[in-house]
């Protein structure tokens, strides 16, 4: 079994990320600037954007956090999407999720300049991506084709199966394994909760995608021998023997599971800290096609 | 065995959209207005164009051919398009595919006001396609979705194997099965010419769409008995004993397969009618946005 060490591959990225950052900055380009749009102060949201901030920093970015009310209106958010849209000196930026329920995230994400969408969620990007056109790819399914692909885990013609359809993660990763490109031409199954015996494809897979946001849902009965097992959940669980009184757990239980793995990602320190060092990555492609 | 007749189900809906346009017209809107441009006298796409242009008539439309030289620039090419984005008498319009080699179809289609583009080319409403929200679906899998539909095909938690996975119709039928949606929450297979073993995947399909350009490459031992099946290929091949020296065939040995198949499509007469008719749709959605 070998662990798919989202933290160290990370780290090494986001090394290759300040590196080429220093070399453009050298040659007179001005720093990539990455802004993020916090809307309230929602703990785990502020903890991710603030992840982001620093990773900036270690990749030579600037960064700015714009943090705004919880009772902000629409129009107000709108008009400050509107600001980034256009200020010359900011390359990229998101919009930390979720948003309060009396903001229509669908409309405050279709506001963001394709241009400047380092997360990939806009329409335009989405449609991009789903045509294998060059764009900026979502985070997180970036952040697995680049594990996929510096760990050499085969897939031309591997069946992956991915559990959970949603427009983050599921759905894009679908898209993106079934076309040609390294990390790709791969025979893909998408499942859901409608989804029938879904153990009976499962047992099929060569590799997996875990993404429905259930812990330790996945188990070794599920799975064949040699498998390869992607895992994006990540949920607290509470714990009394820790001191912070929770333990994190993924979608599978990787206990039983990581026996029957070829190659596993561990949670945390899979999936996540890619998701970052995709953010950056993407940042970057932003600054590069300014100049 | 249930023949999912696309030619009467298509003149259904013809029927329906003329009757709608009549109501629209007579409260005083201008009928729909759909334009195509050809670039070229190919045979096959004057065919199809000129199928266009009669079903927009009999819908009670107005249509515009715009039928451009063989060696028009794309400079030029991208101006006519351009006339038709900002031509307030036009609803919708499509660019009849193929193009010639001088001219880079995909800037051709990203030229295309996205609002405008009734074929569901432009990235944009491909993103809006696959993260669920309201948009021209494009025709080809829009005609099977309502086929399945019309029929009453339970597809809900059914395997749904998808063979080929072209922008037109693989990868985005792939998409819309898996969606919430009255045709859709399906497990979705996309499989293509770098799947291995796809016989063993076919024969668990509920529903099998063979949309890989093979002439009569599924057979009946590929598929399971109770199967539906649509096919969306449609070849020329050669035949002396016909007058025009050629029949058409499909992707899918109906001869054999049909026998174990609950629905299926013919080829001609199944999925091809009902493009056009969801290309009629489109352009009436179009129309009613503009009102």
Request: charged share 20%; aromatic share 4%; proline share 18%.
């Given at each position: 079994m070998i662990l798919l060490d989202g933290k160290s591959t990370s780290n090494q990225i986001k090394e290759e990320i300040a590196v080429e950052t220093k070399q453009l900055v050298d040659k007179g380009m001005r720093a990539p600037h990455l802004a993020a749009i916090l809307v309230g102060s929602n703990g785990a949201s502020l903890t991710y954007v603030n992840a982001k901030v620093k990773a900036c920093a270690k990749a030579g970015f600037e960064s700015t956090l714009v943090n705004l009310s919880e009772e902000i209106s629409e129009e107000k958010l709108l008009q400050e999407i509107e600001n980034l849209n256009t200020?010359?000196?900011?390359d990229g930026f998101i919009v930390q999720?979720?948003?309060?329920?009396?903001?229509d995230e669908q409309k405050v994400l279709m506001a963001v300049n394709p241009d400047k969408d380092v997360d990939g969620f806009h329409p335009t990007n989405v449609g991009k991506m789903a045509l294998n056109l060059p764009t900026f790819l979502p985070a997180t399914p970036f952040g697995i084709l680049e594990l996929l692909e510096r760990y050499k885990v085969e897939t031309s013609g591997k069946h992956v199966v991915v559990i959970g359809r949603s427009h983050i993660v599921g759905s894009p990763m679908s898209i993106l394994m079934s076309q040609k490109r390294t990390a790709g031409n791969s025979t893909v199954t998408i499942t859901h909760s409608?989804?029938?015996n879904l153990k009976e494809i499962t047992l099929q897979a060569d590799i997996i995608v875990a993404a429905l946001?259930?812990?330790?849902?996945?188990?070794?009965?599920?799975v064949k021998e040699g498998v390869t097992v992607i895992d994006v959940g990540i949920t607290r669980i509470a714990d009394d023997t820790k001191k912070n009184g929770f333990r994190l757990a993924g979608d599978v239980h990787f206990e039983s599971v990581s026996k029957k793995s070829n190659f596993i990602t561990p949670v945390?320190?899979?999936?996540g800290p890619m998701t970052i060092a995709m953010l950056l990555k993407n940042t970057l492609l932003a600054a590069k096609r300014r100049s």
């Open positions: 200020n010359p000196e900011i999720l979720p948003l309060p329920k009396h903001i409608r989804t029938k946001g259930i812990p330790e849902f996945l188990t070794a009965d599920m945390p320190g899979g999936v």
